[in-house]
């Protein structure tokens, strides 16, 4: 393709979107606008909203502005953002996570977001929880386990484990000095929570490394996915130790009986959701069963006070490894509404941030020190025992690494499980820590990388690939890929 | 299989149940979404695999799944999930405005008005007269003055003879079926929807002043006039809306469809339009709006334009003019009307099934058994004196019109199907008639699900005996070769 075609195409496809953004804001506007005149006179409704108690413009506010910002949410997660974005070096938080987070704060100061909404909508939560950990679930190749080899052992212990280690020793020393130590060690629960969502490590330090290096990248790959089993693992046991008793209700168990009970309902629902797909003889079917079956795994673990995550994670990763034709319609269908959820996540973070507890700011510094001091000692660690296993750019790319949706998730989900005012704290550490530390991360890494650098000045390149995404003429079906493990990064991350 | 299936998800849910009675909240409403839809799925496809429609399937998993029988969903569960009632009736009513292309109608006209006259109005007329016959036994009826017990027989009756394109166009798309009788039917169904909410709202206002409340005619008409010229005027923009991002937006179709659904269904009550005439009007203009004559006046002003971008700048002038032409940029054809009703079909449809599933679950859930067995003798009667009238009716209308025979001998049975637009005007009944206590919506009630179980079947055996079933060929639409899924998938190379 000549450059005045790619130009011509690139020109036509920003027009178009402008266009298109216009005259949607445009139709709200005149819609809302439109509706606020006619709520006055109106007398209530019976709408799925009239049990929130709000008046008509309210809810006509409400639902415009949670669609509108459910669109957004899809437009950035769609693959030719997430290209883009990468192509010029940015990192997800910093190119929609901090819009997003303020796109929620503006929300909830507008009155979208407001307490009766995010109560009615909260089935939403429950239910992106469980999406997240049914396609994290999904992810789990068994196979990656095999012949697990003892030199990433020593990095998952270094990488991952040294960071985990430093943030509980130092977040709980300071919710013990804030919010005192009590019976029941809140304290340590809390750090435990914000080490382990401060030890993952984002997907896309993977699809970063030198593409020559396709081993360093599987290695790396299998190494997220056992940080990613150990903190499922670790949520489980939080999750029951930690359990929140509420009220007189519900089954009296020790509390490793809980460990029991999420293994078994994830199991359980893991089976009849296999059993289910195996009846399905579309893809329309398919993802009809696939919904229903988040929908109760996530409801069964919320309604039973368990983690979403945890449940979804085991019922996801059983389905991932047992055969099925089924299996690439539900894959993608998992992949493309991650990000959104996530991006969705974060608006909701935004909507119910309060950063007036200074606590919550001394915890996320100190939770930033902690986790970029011991991942940089660990990663170095790692470097002069094993020198082979990865290039200088790559240990500067692991040791800075930002953190994931995966991260955001636990905490959210921490948030659904647990209560006390220190879960607002850990939410707020983790989500500014997040945005914090991928600053310091760009501070540290000043050149982007000559991949980046190139596409960061052959812009021309991005918005030709725009044009080809946009363009109305949808490629002929092909058959669904298949995933190599190399591959999985860049194929699945929703980062 | 799948009776195995429904029992483990029955004995599973009922055990989670356990766990705390009194379910409610964001997991209930998560695990009553998901059953809804596993439950549903099962029965469905048990029910056809016996020759019944799958729908009558999901409204019997409602029932067993539902409060009445096995209580795995509970009466607040069932409120929360009333979202996905609103979801459906849109794109229901989106799917029948579709098939309404006006010359392919145009021929059945004459059937279409006959049919309305005799066969729509005619029961209606009976049916006002088998209450008022029925009155002595009625005890909601006891001590009304003769011109109130006029009053209220009338408005009872034409709210019994709705009707509901919502299970006309579900029973259509399961076999498949075209031709004249499900044409003629679909039309009918469609403005006898438009006639029932206006003679309702007209027979309640007169009803009202024989209680001696006053009643204003000048506030009625303009009530109404906002009810449905507002609802036509919304669904005209929202159907160019729909009909233009269609056009320009390749990916998401079917979560824009689906969202716009909700935001009919929801902004729709809240400014008391009504969401089924929008969403109707919708699917009308996107088949009969004159997008090509549109496209090629845009392209003619496109081509004036050309020569200025071209003078602006030469490398990009093409194709910023381009970019001025709706049609779509470069060279890309523009499609031809029937494929951009196609293709929102496509989306409509990916959309659908899930959200059918859930709201024929609910319907059937929400069926008040109790409520049958205490009007179980006059709601019989009135189901067959209704039946019989639209059965003859249509008979005699179609003899009149010179309509092909299959209209005369099988249109009928098309008609008989209830659901939700009986159910609203017999809520509006009892709001509007505190006095006469709960027994007309219990009348009510036992009609539409009499109808609810007993007409789909009817319908379907109806469809198979015309021999309409399965000449429904999938819509030329070479860009799609199969309908969209939920969420879009990205070819293999953009992944």
């Known amino acids: 393709m000549s450059i005045l075609q790619a130009r011509r195409r690139s020109c036509a496809a920003s027009s178009l979107l402008l266009r298109g953004l216009g005259f949607t804001l445009a139709l709200f506007a005149f819609l809302a606008l439109a509706a606020d005149g006619v709520a006055h006179a109106s007398e209530p ?35 030719f953002v997430r290209r883009f974005e990468r192509s010029l070096g940015l990192s997800p938080l910093v190119a929609f996570g901090v819009p997003f987070l303020l796109l929620g704060l503006a929300s909830h100061e507008l009155g979208i977001l407001s307490e009766p909404v995010l109560r009615g909508i909260s089935p939403l939560l429950v239910l992106g929880l469980g999406w997240t950990g049914f396609a994290l679930g999904f992810r789990f190749d068994l196979r990656l386990f095999q012949d697990f080899p003892r030199e990433l052992l020593e990095a998952f212990v270094l990488v991952t484990l040294l960071p985990f280690a430093a943030i509980v020793g130092a977040a709980a020393l300071l919710l013990a000095l804030t919010d005192g130590v009590s019976a029941d060690a809140i304290f340590f629960r809390d750090a435990l929570v914000l080490a382990t969502a401060g030890a993952m490590t984002t997907r896309t330090v993977v699809s970063v490394l030198d593409r020559a290096r396709d081993d360093a990248r599987t290695r790396l790959l299998r190494m997220i996915h056992l940080e990613e089993l150990a903190a499922i693992a670790g949520i489980l046991v939080l999750g029951a130790f930690f359990r929140n008793g509420g009220d007189a209700q519900g089954w009296t168990l020790p509390s490793f009986g809980w460990v029991f009970v999420t293994l078994g309902v994830g199991t359980a629902l893991g089976v009849l959701t296999f059993a289910s797909l195996t009846t399905t003889k579309s893809q329309g079917e398919t993802l009809a069963v696939t919904l229903g079956a988040i929908c109760l795994s996530a409801g069964v673990a919320g ?17 991932a490894n047992l055969p099925g034709r089924w299996k690439a319609d539900v894959r993608q269908a998992l992949l493309d509404l991650e990000r959104p959820i996530y991006l969705l996540f974060l608006v909701l973070t935004g909507a119910l941030w309060s950063a007036s507890a200074w606590e919550a700011w001394v915890l996320m510094g100190l939770f930033v020190a902690a986790r970029f001091g011991a991942r940089y000692i660990g990663v170095h660690a790692l470097a002069l025992r094993q020198p082979d296993l990865l290039s200088p750019d790559e240990e500067r790319q692991l040791a800075s690494s930002p953190m994931g949706p995966l991260s955001i998730a636990i905490v959210i989900g921490a948030q659904q499980l647990f209560t006390g005012t220190t879960v607002a704290w850990i939410v707020h550490a983790v989500v500014m820590g997040a945005i914090v530390s991928d ?29 080809a995404l946009t363009s109305v003429v949808r490629p002929a079906a092909s058959p669904p890929p298949t995933v190599t493990p190399t591959d999985a990064a860049s194929k699945e991350d929703p980062s | ?52 429609p799958k729908l009558t399937g999901y409204l019997a998993a409602g029932i067993l799944f539902g409060p009445q029988v096995l209580a795995v969903i509970s009466p607040a569960m069932l409120a929360d999930l009333s979202v996905f009632k609103g979801i459906a009736v849109a794109l229901l009513a989106l799917t029948a405005g579709l098939e309404m292309d006006v010359p392919t109608i145009r021929p059945l006209f004459r059937s279409v008005r006959w049919i309305l006259l005799i066969a729509v109005l005619g029961t209606t007329a009976l049916l006002a007269l088998g209450v008022y016959l029925l009155a002595p036994t009625l005890d909601f009826m006891a001590g009304l003055e003769p011109a109130q017990l006029v009053a209220v027989a009338i408005a009872l009756g034409i709210a019994i003879s709705a009707q509901s394109p919502a299970v006309v166009v579900a029973v259509r798309d399961e076999t498949a079926a075209d031709g004249p009788l499900v044409k003629t039917i679909l039309a009918v169904v469609v403005f006898a929807d438009l006639i029932v909410i206006i003679l309702f709202a007209v027979a309640t206002t007169l009803a009202k002043t024989t209680f001696g409340e006053s009643a204003d005619p000048l506030q009625t008409a303009l009530t109404l006039g906002w009810h449905v010229g507002g609802s036509i005027l919304a669904g005209a923009v929202l159907g160019i809306v729909l009909g233009f991002f269609v056009r320009q937006v390749e990916s998401g179709r079917a979560l824009f469809v689906a969202a716009l659904a909700f935001a009919i269904a929801e902004v729709g009550e809240r400014l008391h ?8 009007t919708a699917g009308i203009v996107i088949r009969n709006f004159p997008w090509a004559r549109i496209t ?3 392209s003619a002003v496109a081509r004036a334009l050309r020569p200025a971008f071209h003078a602006a700048d030469p490398a990009v002038g093409p194709a910023a003019a381009s970019a001025f032409d709706p049609a779509l940029p470069a060279s890309a054809e523009p499609p031809h009307e029937p494929a951009l009703a196609n293709h929102v079909h496509h989306a409509v449809e990916a959309a659908g099934f899930p959200v059918y599933i859930a709201f024929f679950a609910i319907a059937g859930a929400g069926v008040h058994l109790d409520s049958l067995v205490v ?33 005369g001998r099988f249109g009928g049975f098309g008609l008989m199907p209830q659901a939700g637009l009986a159910l609203a005007l017999a809520a509006l009944f009892v709001q509007s008639f505190p006095t006469l206590g709960a027994g007309t919506g219990d009348l009510v009630f036992s009609i539409v699900a009499m109808n609810e179980m007993v007409a789909p079947v009817l319908f379907r055996l109806a469809i198979l005996k015309s021999g309409e079933a399965g000449r429904l060929s999938a819509p030329p639409d070479h860009d799609h070769p199969a309908p969209t899924p939920l969420v879009s998938v990205d070819s293999p190379s953009e992944s």
């Open chain 2, 273 to 280: 339009l009504d969401p089924l005439v929008i969403a109707l």
């Open chain 1, 303 to 319: 309604f039973l006070r368990l983690s979403p995550l945890v449940v979804c994670f085991f019922a996801g990763s059983l389905l």
């Open chain 2, 296 to 298: 090629h006046w845009a």
């Open chain 1, 439 to 467: 600053l310091l991360a760009r501070l540290i890494r000043p050149d982007p990388g000559p991949r980046a650098r190139a596409t960061l000045f052959g812009f021309g390149r991005v918005t030709r690939r725009l044009v």
């Open chain 2, 1 to 52: 299989m799948k009776v195995l299936l429904l029992i483990a998800l029955a004995v599973f849910v009922l055990a989670v149940r356990a766990f705390a009675p009194e379910a409610s909240g964001a997991s209930a409403t998560a695990i009553g979404a998901g059953v809804l839809l596993l439950a549903g799925f099962f029965a469905g496809s048990l029910f056809k695999a016996v020759g019944l």
């Open chain 2, 375 to 407: 009007a179980i003798l006059p709601a019989s009667i009135l189901v067959t004196v209704r039946g019989f009238g639209f059965w003859l009716g249509t008979r005699y209308a179609a003899h009149l019109a010179d309509a092909p025979p299959v209209v």
């Open chain 1, 45 to 79: 409704a019976t709408s799925a909203t009239a049990s929130l108690g709000l008046t008509t413009g309210e809810a006509i506010r409400a639902i415009l502005g949670l669609l509108a910002v459910a669109a957004l949410a899809y437009i950035a997660g769609r693959p």
